[in-house]
C-alpha cells in the first residue's frame, strides 16, 4: 500500500527548530516532486516548500523563506523540513504530499497524502 507517513513534529519554544521527515513506502518516492503543506484551525491550508524529483530545485514561500529548508535523501525514499527560528505562527498541521514543484506546488486528485504532524510553538 502506497503511503507517506510525517513525523518530527512537537512542541517547541519560539526560536526553536524541528526537523520534519515525511516518508515514503509501497512506491519510490524519487520519481515524485514533494511538497510541504501547512493548515491552523480555522485557517486555509497553505504550501510551505517543495522539491523536485532530484533536489536540484526547490521553491519556499515567502512566510517561511531563510527559515525553512527542504530537502531530500532518495536513498531513504524521505523527504526532510528543517524548520528553525520558530515563530509564534508557526504552529499547524504539517503535511507532505507529491505533486508538481515550479513556482509553488500543485497536487492532482492522485496525489499521495500524508496524515500530517502537529507543530506547536509556545513558551
Known amino acids: 500500500q502506497a503511503q507517506l507517513v510525517e513525523s518530527g513534529g512537537g512542541l517547541v519554544q519560539p526560536g526553536g527548530s524541528l526537523r520534519l521527515s515525511c516518508a515514503a513506502s509501497g512506491f519510490t518516492l524519487s520519481t515524485y516532486a514533494v511538497g510541504w503543506f501547512r493548515q491552523a484551525p480555522g485557517q486555509e491550508r497553505e504550501a510551505i516548500s517543495c522539491?523536485?524529483?532530484?533536489?536540484?530545485?526547490?521553491w519556499t514561500a515567502g512566510s517561511v523563506k531563510g527559515r525553512f529548508i527542504i530537502s531530500r535523501d532518495n536513498g531513504q525514499n524521505t523527504v526532510f523540513l528543517q524548520m528553525n527560528i520558530l515563530h509564534p505562527e508557526d504552529p499547524a498541521q504539517y503535511y507532505c504530499a507529491t505533486g508538481t514543484c515550479g513556482f509553488g506546488i500543485r497536487t492532482g486528485s492522485d496525489a499521495h497524502w500524508g496524515q500530517g504532524t502537529q507543530v506547536t510553538v509556545s513558551s
Open positions: 522539491i523536485t524529483q532530484n533536489g536540484g530545485s526547490t
